[in-house]
C-alpha cells in the first residue's frame, strides 16, 4: 500500500508565483524525500530531510516536516517553467527500510 | 560519474511471453531498486538488491524476479507477461539503500500486446 499521499494530485500556477505540495503518511519514517519527475523520464532527487529535523532548504526549494501530524510540505519559491513536473514524496516504510513512493502532484507552471 | 543505464529503452512483447530488462548502476552504488509506474498505481516497489542479495521483495507476483551480478549491475525479469504487465520499469542505485537518496534511470517502457 502507498505510504504518502500527495496534495493536491494537480496544480496549476503562474511563472513566479510560489508552489506548494504536501505530503501525508501513515506509519514512523526514518526520513523523507522529494523527487521530480519530468514526463516519461527516471526521477531526480531533490531533497531528503530527517525525522529529526524540521525544515531543510536546497535554493528555492523548502521542505517542512512535522513528524507529530505525520505530513510534509513542499515549497517551490519563484516558479519557473522548468518547474512543470511531477513531484513525489517517498518514506523509508520503517524497519524493513523499503523506499516507498506517494501517486505524486503534477505540477504546471503557466507562462 | 555517469548515470544509472537503463536498457532498452522501449520494449514491445506479447502476451505470454517473458522480458528480461537491464540496469548498470553508478559506479561505487551497492544497491539496485526496481520500481514499476503506471498512471493508476503509481510507483510501486517490486525488489531491492545489495552486494548480490535480494534485501527486501515488494508485493508482486513470482512471474517477477530480478537478481544482481557481482559488478552491481541487475536485471529484472517478467515471465508469462499479462495486459497489466504494461509500464515504465524504473531502476534506482544509491550507495547503501538505506537512509539515501536514490538515483534514478530514465526507464524501460514496456508495452505488452
Given amino acids: 500500500s502507498q505510504q504518502g499521499e500527495e496534495d493536491p494530485q494537480a496544480l496549476s500556477i503562474q511563472e513566479g508565483e510560489n508552489a506548494t505540495m504536501n505530503c501525508s503518511y501513515k506509519t514512523s519514517i526514518n526520513n523523507l524525500q522529494w523527487y521530480r519527475q519530468n514526463s516519461g523520464r527516471g526521477l531526480v532527487h531533490l531533497i531528503l530531510i530527517r525525522s529529526n529535523e524540521r525544515e531543510k532548504h536546497s535554493g528555492r526549494l523548502r521542505v517542512t516536516l512535522d513528524t507529530s501530524k505525520k505530513s510534509s510540505s513542499l515549497l517551490i519559491t519563484a516558479s519557473r517553467a522548468a518547474d512543470t513536473a511531477s513531484y513525489f514524496c517517498a518514506t523509508d516504510a520503517g524497519r524493513d527500510d523499503k523506499i516507498i513512493f506517494g501517486k505524486g502532484t503534477r505540477l504546471h507552471i503557466l507562462p | ?113
Avoid at chain 2, 543505464?5 to 528480461?20: A, E, S
Avoid at chain 2, 524504473?90 to 539515501?100: I, Y
Fill in chain 2, 1 to 113: 560519474k555517469a548515470g544509472v543505464t537503463q536498457t532498452p529503452r522501449y520494449l514491445i512483447k506479447t502476451r505470454g511471453q517473458q522480458v528480461t530488462l537491464s540496469c548498470s548502476p553508478i559506479s561505487g552504488h551497492r544497491s539496485v531498486s526496481w520500481y514499476q509506474q503506471t498512471p493508476g498505481q503509481g510507483l510501486q516497489f517490486l525488489f531491492e538488491y545489495f552486494s548480490e542479495t535480494q534485501r527486501n521483495k515488494g508485493n508482486f507476483p513470482g512471474r517477477f524476479s530480478g537478481r544482481q551480478f557481482s559488478n552491481s549491475r541487475s536485471e529484472m525479469n517478467v515471465s508469462t507477461l499479462e495486459l497489466g504487465d504494461s509500464a515504465l520499469y524504473l531502476c534506482a542505485s544509491s550507495p547503501q539503500g538505506r537512509g539515501s537518496p536514490l538515483h534514478f534511470g530514465n526507464g524501460t517502457r514496456l508495452t505488452v500486446t
